[in-house]
């Protein structure tokens, strides 16, 4: 596989190559299962959105306009699916579609 850069010279990663990656923290995942807004100033993370709910926001120093906030449902749901992920300078917000119940979201940030 190579990965391409902005400079011009490829990154070449072959099967055994190491890659070093940097901890950027711990996940902070939402364990009390109570749905609503939180604030988690990881990379990494979890919250809840409840029955008939379709926003969150999640307040994280991270974060800024110019970031980009992966999020995936983690919640076995038929109906609900993700319709949008907008960062902010501070927070981002998660908005769903479609939940019969209480959703779970899995949430990272790349800046």
Not at 34 to 54: K, L, M, V, Y
Not at 74 to 94: C, E, K, Y
């Amino acid at each position: 596989m190579t990965l391409r850069a902005a400079s011009a010279n490829p990154a070449t990663i072959t099967s055994g190559t190491a890659i070093g990656l940097t901890n950027l923290g711990t996940t902070s995942a939402d364990s009390s299962g109570t749905p609503g807004n939180q604030t988690s100033n990881t990379p990494s993370g979890r919250c809840s959105i409840a029955a008939a709910g379709t926003t969150v926001t999640v307040t994280n120093s991270l974060v800024t306009a110019a970031s980009r906030v992966f999020a995936v449902i983690a919640t076995a749901d038929a109906t609900a699916r993700l319709s949008h992920v907008v960062p902010g300078a501070g927070s981002f917000t998660i908005t769903i579609v479609a939940a019969t119940g209480t959703t779970n979201i899995n949430w990272f940030v790349i800046n």
